[in-house]
């Protein structure tokens, strides 16, 4: 698996490639959306995560015409779908290795097995 690059942008290299002001950035930042990290220099460090994350908030408020509040909501539910999603694959992981730890039971014979009727059957066949 490859990891994911630890590269930074600078805010102006984003702005200009997603075709938004810079301010517009700040403001997502502001709103709680963002969370760009900092340099030494107090620059704001846009990472991939961060570049992925802004895809998503401009498809919603570009093309699905969300507003600020409805990006916020929407983000923090699928933030909340990822961690149950999470939860559930961490329980089917236990569960199966639960079930693969068990001690299998002995083979039993059936109580209700058709094989004496149709033993019978054949034994008292009028041919």
Known sequence: ???????AYMISSVAEQYGVHPQTLRLYEREGLLKPSRSDGN???????DLGRLEVILHLTRDLGVNLAGVEIILNMRAK???????????????N???????RPEPREEKN???????????????
Request: aromatic fraction near 6%; hydrophobic fraction near 35%; glycine fraction near 4%.
């Open 81 to 95: 779908m990822e961690a149950m999603q999470g939860q559930i694959e961490a329980f089917v992981q236990s569960l």
């Open 97 to 103: 290795h639960e079930l693969a730890n068990r001690p």
């Open 43 to 49: 620059t704001r460090l846009y990472t991939d995560e």
């Open 113 to 127: 097995s058709l094989i004496p009727v149709i033993q019978f059957v054949t034994r008292n066949r009028r041919g």
């Open 1 to 7: 698996m490859r990891e994911k690059s630890k590269a």
